[in-house]
């Protein structure tokens, strides 16, 4: 099994900046990509940034040119820094990591929590 943990959210003024953490376990498991998505109250889960194993990325529009998504592969952590917050920006953000393990040739997908992050205006 492996288990997926983000940390570093909290409440923060807007314009200000928060890094976002998300660790793995699971010695063996090979992580392929890594995500974050957020989710606001009574909206759908909505994906905000990917990086795949060898650092290519994407991001939402909404958050271009605002957010970074990165990650340490010998660690199995990713990483999302994330400036010029604003209120659309409060969230539960969420880590997504899929990959597989040396036996089998199944891709796993992990869920973390989710960690809040709130943007006052």
């Known amino acids: 099994q492996v288990q997926v943990v983000e940390s570093g959210g909290g409440l923060v003024q807007a314009g200000g900046s928060l890094r976002l953490s998300c660790a793995t376990s699971g010695r063996s498991f090979i992580i392929r990509m890594m995500r974050w998505y957020r989710q606001a109250p009574g909206k759908q889960r909505e994906l905000v940034a990917t990086?795949?194993?060898?650092?290519?990325?994407t991001y939402a529009d909404s958050v271009k040119g605002r957010f970074t998504i990165s990650r340490d592969n010998a660690k199995k952590e990713a990483y999302l820094q994330m400036n010029s917050l604003n209120f659309e920006d409060t969230a539960v953000y969420y880590c997504?990591?899929?990959?597989?393990?040396?036996?089998?040739?199944?891709?796993?997908?992990?869920w973390g929590q989710g960690t809040q992050v709130t943007v006052s205006s």
């Open positions: 997504n990591a899929d990959g597989y393990f040396p036996y089998d040739e199944i891709v796993y997908d992990y």
């Open positions: 990086i795949t194993a060898h650092g290519e990325t």
